[in-house]
């Protein structure tokens, strides 16, 4: 059994910053790219950010430059530093994470946090 247990939200006021993260935990044998997502309601949820197990990472572009993914692979924990809050980046945050494990036959299966409530408002 695998999961995703996500930290950091809150309420934050415009050009505020908070630091999310997700520790991935279980019979995990690797854990392949991780990122962060983000769904407003009634919207589709859209990808933020993801870091490879090499450290390479992706943004969307309208974080880029105020959004920060890292990870610590012996922790198995991804974080995402965010600076420079503006209110339409309040959302729900999720983490995901593709992850193999011996149940999975060692294939990489994507797994989802529980979500952590942003909220950028004065």
């Known amino acids: 059994q695998v999961q995703l247990v996500e930290s950091g939200g809150g309420l934050v006021q415009p050009g505020g910053a908070l630091r999310l993260s997700c520790a991935a935990s279980g019979s995990i044998f690797r854990v392949n790219v991780m990122g962060w997502y983000r769904q407003v309601p009634g919207k589709e949820r859209e990808l933020v950010a993801t870091i490879t197990s090499s450290g390479r990472t992706n943004y969307i572009d309208s974080v880029k430059g105020r959004f920060t993914i890292s990870r610590d692979n012996a922790k198995r924990t991804v974080y995402l530093q965010m600076n420079s809050l503006k209110p339409e980046d309040t959302a729900v945050y999720y983490c995901?994470?593709?992850?193999?494990?011996?149940?999975?036959?060692?294939?990489?299966?994507?797994?989802w946090g529980q979500g952590t409530l942003v909220t950028v408002s004065s």
């Open positions: 995901n994470a593709q992850i193999s494990t011996i149940a999975s036959g060692y294939r990489y299966l994507e797994h």
